[in-house]
């Protein structure tokens, strides 16, 4: 997007004011195996009946704090079947510094997210319709 | 296997000519084609692809003999058309094709007899597929379906009817009539099997053949002949500028034995369901939709976006509501949308100089309520907006651009104006704190995720389904009920969702309560989205979702019977028959539910991705969604199924490998006009905006 006066598109619009990913402010979740942040979380935050009072528990806050932050937080970098982890993840090996940082692979997380099957609460996502194909 | 045969044109033909890049040739008044196999076949057929093409004064015989013994004679026809003969046993055919007469076009000194597009040899007791004999056109192979259109009455042979078991016969028939107006019979050696009341567009149907119908003696042809005949041709003003005269469409005719096959594939096109199916559609009480605004000053021309029609407003637009179309209503939703996700656009509503409300626009499309001013008589709602869409956003477009306004709707519901303010102020507030940073809310989601039903009809599960981990980690809570009265349950998180997504590892359509859930979701402007596997289509089913405001998620990841047993088991036929249901019930409900056809590029499925952007297409889906097979390091998922070994690791397409894949997609989807969304792009946004020093 182009700039008007000096100020971009997208900062007239407010993107940056943004945090990294919304879903824990414009989703929740409140499955059988348990309550998730958004459709990638692997790990449940709660257990289904403690629906009410998950939407702010310290778990979920702390999610919002870190993305607010513009960083992943440990429940995020755990969750290997969100696709914003995944990029973020492909960044860090890339890039000469993340090479050496053990923590990009970590087999750990990685263990975790077999564990928990890694699997989104919402395999099924809904994206925009656009016409043509994009990507 | 097929057997192979070399057919060679000897003397009595003119040379190769081509039209379109296809080549056929004329023959004289007599010709000679020599059939040889490899080796000696029980039954062989000769089939012509032939016609005069409009070219002779009248329609030529063609008598033919094999190794000098007549096989048969037939009228050829004017348009191209197949004609077929019994060659007999035998590897080795001498061919003598004679006509009765013959003509010379002016201009052209050749004595012409008929024009042959293509000449094909087949072992009967080879077949895999019903083979036309007369009375068709030439295959077209465009559509989902591969058909011949038939005239009035056509012959087929199918293969495997006769043989012992088989009891069912397949149909895949596209009319151009309306219900019913057509009657297809199927006749076997003189003896009427069925008579089908035909349905417009393409459906599949199933007929039971008699038993005393399917001799089964040992060492007899396993094929047997049907001849088709229609009550009434397709009225020629249904395919203008097409002379044939034309029945209606066939695709590949099928001898089966499966009874659920046949009871379920039947279910979907006998008369009453479908009908019932088709009226099910519910009715909003006393609104009325005005469309999107079309007169009135301010207003940029008719758009589209994924939501639907809509106009961009200028800064100002004037909105006319006439006292005939109003009728003393009291309540007016306004979808909006705004670009600006910071809260910084409002729009002002005013009548007769006094300001009705002022709204701030939340990101997106959002349905705000307004309250009319009384009494009723012609109402001119001016709405200015504070701030335009910056000009930077749309380069390239001139135009002043305020906010999209979609199709007004006036009704008289005071509780639907409560809820729809509701909705519209929790969005602004949930924004609004996601903007501030909040980590404590006083808002609700926007999406709430649900999970109705935990049971699946599909067992053992589909190749890539972790359903065993899945049950395993929801425990107790496996058998918990979710239905409607648990949804209303969640109070402020279900009252401020507009979007309701249900996330079950299992069948969503299978719910004891469906119906209630639809309700519940329609009587408080929700949105559903459901994922399912379409085995769960039923009449019921698809009646309770015609006209509802649902947005389907159909997981096939296959075209063909074939694929779709690799990947979930034999039931791909109900499934077909119940998405043709569906999109006529859809057609009936104004286009809902939306149909999303869910393909997820695997090296198992990639042969079927041209078909199934014909099978959307035929469905008239709204959308194909290419979604990425979910990431899982070393998933050690493998199952043997459908005769193909799924090694859930070497399904996961690399994005090199994905490139090809997504530039087919963007071929099929120009050629077949389907619209594409592709989930593969997921986080990119956010990718962009990695802080060089985020944690981990
Ligand atoms: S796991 Fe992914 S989708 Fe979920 S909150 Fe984190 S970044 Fe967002
Ligand atoms: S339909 Fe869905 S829940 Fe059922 S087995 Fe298949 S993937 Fe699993």
Redesign the interface.
């Known amino acids: 997007m182009g700039k008007e006066e000096g100020v971009s598109a997208t900062d007239l619009l407010g993107y940056p004011n943004e945090p990294l990913c919304r879903e824990p402010w414009e989703s929740y979740y409140i499955l059988r195996r348990g309550i998730l942040p958004c459709c990638y979380g692997s790990t449940p935050i709660a257990p289904m009946a403690e629906w009410k009072t998950a939407w702010n528990s310290p778990a979920l806050q702390e999610i919002r704090r870190y993305l607010v932050r513009g960083e992943l937080s440990p429940y995020c970098l755990s969750s290997l079947g969100c696709p914003v982890v995944q990029r973020f993840l492909e960044q860090r090996r890339r890039s000469p510094l993340g090479a050496l940082d053990p923590r990009a692979r970590s087999p750990l997380l990685r263990g975790m997210n077999r564990l928990l099957g890694g699997v989104p609460a919402r395999l099924y996502r809904l994206l925009p319709l656009r016409k043509g194909l994009s990507r | 296997m097929q057997t192979t045969f070399n057919i060679t044109y000897e003397d009595g033909w003119y040379p190769v000519e081509h039209e379109n890049g296809r080549p056929f040739r004329w023959s004289g008044p007599r010709a000679r084609v020599r059939v040889t196999a490899a080796a000696p076949c029980r039954s062989v057929w000769l089939r012509l692809t032939c016609g005069v093409w409009g070219a002779a004064p009248s329609l030529p015989s063609l008598t033919v003999a094999v190794n000098g013994r007549e096989a048969g004679s037939a009228r050829v026809s004017e348009q191209p058309g197949y004609l077929t003969f019994p060659l007999g046993e035998g590897c080795d055919f001498d061919v003598e094709l004679q006509l009765d007469r013959t003509f010379s076009a002016p201009g052209d000194v050749r004595v012409l007899g008929m024009m042959v597009k293509s000449l094909d040899a087949f072992d009967e007791d080879a077949l895999d597929s019903s083979l036309e004999l007369e009375g068709w056109y030439e295959r077209e192979t465009h559509e989902y379906f591969p058909f011949c259109w038939m005239g009035r009455e056509a012959s087929v042979l199918v293969p495997a009817l006769a043989r012992p078991g088989t009891r069912f016969l397949s149909l895949p028939i596209a009319a151009e009539t309306g219900s019913g107006e057509q009657v297809l019979g199927i006749w076997r050696d003189g003896r009427l099997l069925a008579e089908i009341p035909l349905r417009r567009g393409w459906h599949l149907y199933d007929v039971d053949v008699p038993d005393e119908a399917r001799p089964a003696a040992a060492g007899e042809p396993a094929s047997a002949r049907l001849v088709l005949r229609l009550n009434a041709l397709c009225p020629p003003e249904a395919h203008p500028g097409d002379p044939r005269a034309l029945g209606v469409r066939v695709g590949p005719i099928e001898a089966h034995h499966d009874p659920r096959r046949h009871a379920q594939v039947t279910s979907f096109y006998q008369a009453a369901q479908v009908e019932a199916v088709c009226a099910a559609a519910p009715q909003n009480g006393d609104e009325v939709c005005c469309g999107v605004p079309a007169v009135g000053d301010g207003w940029n021309g008719e758009e589209?976006d994924?939501r639907g029609v809509f106009r961009w407003t200028r800064r100002e637009a004037v909105l006319l509501l006439p006292d005939h179309v109003r009728r003393r209503r009291r309540f007016c939703s306004l979808p909006l949308f705004s670009?600006?996700?910071?809260?910084?656009q409002q729009v002002t509503l005013s009548a007769a100089g006094h300001e009705l409300v002022r709204l701030d626009l939340a990101?997106g499309w959002h349905t705000y309520s307004v309250a009319l001013p009384e009494p009723g008589g012609d109402l001119e709602i001016t709405l200015r907006v504070n701030v335009l869409t910056?000009?930077?956003?749309h380069?390239g477009d001139p135009r002043e651009l305020g906010i999209r306004v979609g199709a007004v709707t006036l009704h008289d519901d005071e509780r639907r104006h409560e809820r729809e303010v509701f909705l519209a102020s929790n969005a602004v507030q949930?924004q609004r704190?996601?903007?501030r940073?909040?980590?404590?809310?006083e808002s609700?989601?926007?999406?709430?995720?649900?999970?109705l039903y935990?049971r699946c009809n599909i067992k053992p599960s589909c190749v890539y389904c972790?359903w065993e981990?899945?049950k395993a980690?929801?425990g107790e809570?496996?058998d918990?009920t979710?239905d409607d009265r648990t949804l209303a349950g969640?109070?402020g998180?279900f009252q401020g969702a507009r979007?309701l997504?249900n996330?079950?590892?299992g069948e969503p359509l299978l719910h004891p309560r469906l119906d209630r859930v639809l309700d519940l979701a329609a009587s408080h402007g929700k949105v559903l989205?459901l994922?399912t596997n379409g085995q769960a289509f039923t009449p019921r089913t698809v009646g309770l979702l015609a006209g509802r405001r649902v947005?389907l998620?159909v997981?096939l990841d296959a075209a063909s019977r074939a694929t779709y047993a690799r990947l979930r088991n034999d039931r791909w036929d109900g499934v077909l028959a119940g998405l043709l249901c569906l999109r006529d019930a859809r057609r009936a409900g104004g286009g809902w539910p939306r149909l999303?056809m869910?393909f997820m590029p695997m090296p198992v499925n990639l042969d079927d991705l041209e078909a199934y952007f014909r099978l959307c297409r035929m469905v008239e889906a709204?959308?194909l969604v290419?979604?990425?097979l979910?990431?899982?390091?070393?998933p050690g998922i493998v199952r043997e199924r459908g005769g193909y070994r799924f090694d859930y690791e070497r399904e996961l397409m690399t994005p090199t490998a994905l490139e090809p894949v997504?530039a087919a997609?963007?071929r099929y989807?120009?050629r077949y006009e389907v619209?594409?969304?592709?989930?593969?792009?997921?986080?990119?946004a956010?990718?962009s905006?990695?802080?060089p020093a985020?944690?981990?």
């Open positions: 589209r994924e670009a600006f996700r910071n809260l910084a990101k910056p000009a930077s956003s380069p949930n704190e996601m903007q940073g909040a980590t404590v809310l609700f989601p926007q999406t709430l995720g649900i999970d935990g972790l981990p899945m980690l929801e809570a496996v918990e979710v969640y109070g998180l979007l997504v996330c079950s590892f989205e994922s947005h998620y997981s999303n869910v709204d959308a290419l979604r990425p979910l990431h899982l390091e070393h997504f997609c963007e989807a120009a619209n594409v969304v592709s989930q593969f792009d997921f986080g990119l956010e990718a905006r990695f802080r985020a944690t981990l």
